[in-house]
């Protein structure tokens, strides 16, 4: 005996998801069609990189840095590249949040870079876990709010991998060694006043001058422009929320027995005031 065969419905598509359909069709062969007529001027983009990387306020921007097993990553930035991008010409980026699940604690999301102009496309979907490592541990993220701040991390990461793809190596290299050398001669104060001012600025946040001297590996003393450069950008890693400063400069551990000897060490009693120091001549008066 034969029964019939029941027939799937078709998935029904909306009307406006039709038109949005083609919309994006029209607008990526528009965008194709425009790159083929206007080239872009590797001459003149170049010019302009150099430009642009010559900037201090560009150049600031242009590395990150992060801890990862004991030692610490660092390497040109999503900001980076995407000032690189633009200068370029041609080029789509960005990424797109294609699902998110709240059940399972996950996002799946889109990072790209497109060359119109050469046709070359780096693309990745990955899962994002709604989850933030802490010093405590993992962390699951229900508000809004930070997932979405999570998934934009993330994506972030995987823009700046696939816009680096598509660059061309030499334009993106020099580009790299600009913005150093930019760094490295900072605003134009002098090298003391530079350490000066990066020494107060880490104070302001918690950070002394013994822990940066132990991250840079010499006392401050002997730091030079380059070293200077490094302190600069960890600290705005840490303003970006790559790492946290604990990350950044891990705090001292006393040991137990550190702590009995400072307990057993014999304390020296306050001088009194109304006597005034031991060197003071026998004409001085003591402060009132």
């Given amino acids: 005996m034969n029964f019939p065969v029941q027939q799937q419905p078709a ?166 060694q600009l913005c150093q050398q930019t760094l490295a001669r900072g605003d134009g104060a002098s090298l003391g006043d530079r350490i000066e001012q990066e020494v107060a600025r880490y104070l302001r946040v918690g950070v002394n001058a013994k822990q940066l001297e132990t991250k840079v590996g010499r006392p401050r003393r002997e730091w030079d422009e380059g070293d200077v450069a490094k302190l600069g950008t960890i600290f705005r890693s840490v303003e970006r929320g790559e790492m946290s400063r604990d990350e950044a400069f891990p705090p001292e551990h006393i040991t137990g027995a550190e702590i009995t000897a400072k307990r057993e060490k014999p304390s020296t009693p306050a001088p009194d005031p109304a006597e005034g120091p031991a060197d003071w001549p026998e004409t001085a008066q003591p402060p009132q």
């Fill in 11 to 176: 998935a029904h598509i909306g009307q406006a998801t039709q038109i949005e359909l083609s919309r994006a069709e029209a607008e990526v062969k528009a965008a194709v069609f425009v790159a083929k007529q206007n080239p872009r001027n590797r001459d003149l983009a170049r010019e302009e990189m150099r430009f642009a990387c010559s900037q201090l306020a560009i150049a600031e921007k242009a590395f990150f840095s992060y801890p990862k097993a004991g030692q610490t990553v660092s390497g040109p930035s999503v900001h980076l590249a995407r000032e690189l991008a633009l200068i370029w010409g041609n080029l789509q980026h960005g990424t797109m949040e294609l699902s998110r699940d709240t059940a399972l604690g996950q996002s799946e999301i889109l990072a790209y870079a497109w060359d119109l102009e050469r046709n070359s496309r780096s693309s990745q979907i990955f899962i994002a876990p709604h989850i933030r490592d802490t010093r405590s541990g993992k962390k699951s993220l229900t508000d809004l709010r930070d997932v979405y701040e999570n998934n934009a991390n993330l994506g972030a990461r995987r823009l700046r991998e696939a816009i680096y793809a598509v660059l061309p190596d030499y334009f993106t290299a020099e580009a790299i």
